[in-house]
């Protein structure tokens, strides 16, 4: 069964103090790993698609990266705005899974100034 | 702009009653889903659909049904068999929910919070 195991459950940061957030994912083939930002009350907001070992994306103070095993997301210096709960998706390839995405529970980013 | 609407913000259930909560999109997306979503849990899939008047169960589906009579409609009615209403709705859709495009980013309305009175 596909599974998605995100780490840690909660994070707490001074501003400026970088970090790194991990997916773990078990699946029977990776067409793609998602990640996506999600603001108290809100629905989450599409961050990064990442399709094969060795890719990375970066968008301001988030860089994904991706391996055959897991994916992390580093924040750079980050700044209280980034704080959020960022959840990670995975997406299998096997014929039964059509555009299902696997979520992981998300890991809690608190930013203090 | 385009984007995913889902109303209304809050929904209250009393018991035995159904409830529907709207999805409307504007990206002429293809597959539309709905989640739900609960503290310390992944997304569940509850239903999805690929194309108009198509849809499928998803992982959670007993006490829900939809209709997609529309390609930018998709509502949810939670049912009266749903004896664990109470959660966060989540709407998406993607450009295509199959073949080579299959692994689009699926891309999120702001939730329906429903609580049981």
């Known amino acids: 069964e596909d599974q998605v195991t995100q780490s840690p459950e909660a994070l707490r940061l001074q501003e400026g103090e970088s970090s790194s957030l991990n997916c773990s994912y078990t699946?029977?083939?990776?067409?793609?790993l998602f990640w996506y930002r999600q603001d108290p009350g809100k629905g989450p907001e599409f961050l990064f698609t990442?399709?094969?070992a060795g890719e990375e994306k970066e968008k301001e103070r988030l860089k994904a990266t991706l391996t055959k095993k897991e994916s992390f997301l580093h924040i750079t210096a980050p700044k209280p705005e980034d704080s959020a709960t960022y959840l990670c998706?995975?997406?299998?390839?096997?014929?039964?899974?059509?555009?299902?995405?696997?979520f992981g529970a998300g890991t809690q980013v608190v930013v203090t100034p | 702009d385009g984007g995913i609407t889902q109303s209304p913000k809050y929904l209250f259930r009393k018991e035995g009653q159904n409830v529907t909560l709207s999805c409307e999109q504007n990206?002429?997306?293809?597959?539309m889903y709905w989640y739900r979503q609960d503290p310390g849990q992944g997304l569940r899939l509850i239903y999805y659909?690929?194309?108009?008047?198509?849809?499928q169960k998803g992982d959670i589906a007993e006490g829900y049904s939809v209709s997609r009579e529309k390609k930018e409609s998709f509502p949810l009615t939670v049912t009266s068999a749903q004896k664990n209403p109470t959660a966060f709705y989540l709407c998406?859709?993607?450009?295509?929910?199959?073949?080579?495009?299959?692994?689009?980013?699926?891309?999120f309305g702001d939730g329906t919070r429903l609580s049981i009175l």
């Open positions: 990442l399709y094969s």
């Open positions: 699946v029977s083939g990776l067409r793609g």
């Open positions: 659909s690929q194309i108009v008047n198509d849809f």
């Open positions: 998706a995975v997406q299998a390839s096997s014929t039964d899974s059509w555009g299902k995405l696997q």
């Open positions: 990206l002429n997306h293809d597959a």
């Open positions: 998406a859709s993607s450009i295509s929910g199959g073949g080579e495009s299959s692994n689009q980013p699926q891309h």
